[in-house]
């Protein structure tokens, strides 16, 4: 069985910093499709970032630009997100996900494409 934990969120000041941990059990870490996704209250879940197996392929969406680092560590089935000069516009509540059908993430997919999902951790960012 699939499962999810994330852990890591917090509140803090922006420009500050934070770093997201996501544990995983239950199927292949290093064979598939992981990825951090958003939500803020009122709007829709958005990816962050995307990580294929081996490091493959990485992604992320344009409003990080550059102040995040999406990690995975494949023995410990462990999924990272250092998040840098935070924002406000970047509080959230941030998901880990994974697709375990797929090794490669295709891009930034909508979270209709991933199979499995974590409980969530808060990020919120005061001005």
């Known amino acids: 069985q699939v499962h999810l934990v994330e852990s890591g969120g917090s509140s803090v000041q922006a420009v500050g910093s934070l770093r997201l941990f996501c544990t995983a059990s239950?199927?292949?870490?290093?064979?598939?499709?992981m990825a951090w996704f958003r939500q803020a209250p009122g709007k829709e879940r958005e990816a962050v970032a995307t990580?294929?197996?081996?490091?493959?392929?990485?992604l992320y969406a344009d409003f990080v630009n550059v102040r995040f680092t999406i990690s995975r560590d494949n023995a410990s089935k462990m999924l990272y997100l250092q998040m840098n000069s935070l924002k406000p516009e970047d509080t959230a509540m941030y998901y880990c996900?994974?697709?375990?059908?797929?090794?490669?993430?295709?891009?930034?997919?909508?979270?209709?494409?991933?199979?499995?999902w974590g409980q969530g951790t808060q990020v919120i960012v005061s001005s």
């Open positions: 996900a994974t697709d375990i059908h797929h090794s490669l993430c295709g891009g930034l997919p909508k979270a209709s494409a991933f199979t499995d």
């Open positions: 990580s294929s197996w081996g490091f493959v392929w990485i």
């Open positions: 239950g199927y292949s870490f290093d064979s598939a499709c």
